[in-house]
């Protein structure tokens, strides 16, 4: 499955972005979906994952209450809406898939390129 994400910008602190990962192929109801992120000198970070129906998710910390993922397998999309954002938040995103239940980087099976978010304050 080759993934695609877009949505990303420059948006003040508190406001909101919504980004999409667009799924090639039809296999996309077998994957896991997640999203990371890298900020300049960071490791890359998991942020929130989603299950292959979609009514199981699971966050991150430190984007609980203040992010929501969710997917249509009918369209092959992955959704991240972003609300209350913070300078913090400030990142590359990269969507990715993977067959096992697992939240580690190295546990991907595909990623796609990222999307720039940028908060300023």
């Known amino acids: 499955v080759q993934l695609q994400a877009s949505g990303g910008g420059l948006v003040q602190a508190g406001g909101s972005l919504r980004l999409t990962c667009a799924a090639s192929g039809r296999t996309f109801s077998i994957y896991y979906m997640a999203w990371f992120r890298q900020a300049p000198g960071k490791e890359r970070e998991f942020v929130v994952a989603i299950s292959r129906s979609g009514r199981a998710t699971y966050y991150g910390d430190s984007v609980k209450s203040r992010f929501t993922i969710s997917r249509g397998n009918a369209e092959n999309t992955v959704f991240l809406q972003m609300n209350s954002l913070k300078p913090e938040d400030t990142a590359l995103y990269y969507c990715?898939?993977?067959?096992?239940?697992?939240?580690?980087?190295?546990?991907?099976?595909?990623w796609g390129k990222g999307t720039q978010v940028t908060v300023s304050s």
């Open positions: 990715a898939a993977t067959r096992a239940i697992t939240i580690q980087v190295d546990g991907m099976d595909h």
